[in-house]
């Protein structure tokens, strides 16, 4: 599986961006797929996923209310909608993709940038 991410860029505080993650492969619909950060000096995050089945969608508390994952198997594409960013959101944005749905994350998209300015 090769995965694709974009949508990142630069947005003022209480702005909104929405980045999306292309797969490859057949197998995309079996995948969990995730959405982790990592920002300057600080370790990654595990941000948000959804489940192969668009299922029980997992959030960190600090996006919850703020981000929404959701995914459309036709594009086989997961997308991450940001609202209310906060400069705190400042970090690149990786996609991923849980081949065994167990957390093993296997699969990783080559992140984009998201700022958020104050």
């Known amino acids: 599986v090769q995965l694709q991410a974009s949508g990142g860029g630069l947005v003022q505080a209480g702005g909104s961006l929405r980045l999306a993650c292309v797969a490859s492969?057949?197998?995309?619909?079996?995948?969990?797929m995730g959405w982790f950060r990592q920002a300057p000096g600080k370790e990654r995050e595990y941000v948000a996923a959804?489940?192969?089945?668009?299922?029980?969608?997992f959030y960190v508390d600090s996006v919850k209310g703020r981000f929404t994952v959701s995914r459309d198997y036709a594009k086989k594409t997961v997308y991450l909608q940001m609202s209310s960013l906060k400069p705190e959101d400042t970090a690149v944005y990786y996609c991923?993709?849980?081949?065994?749905?167990?957390?093993?994350?296997?699969?990783w998209g080559q992140g984009t940038q998201v700022t958020v300015s104050s």
């Open positions: 991923a993709a849980d081949e065994d749905n167990l957390g093993s994350w296997g699969y």
């Open positions: 492969g057949r197998t995309f619909s079996r995948y969990t």
């Open positions: 959804i489940t192969w089945r668009g299922s029980n969608p």
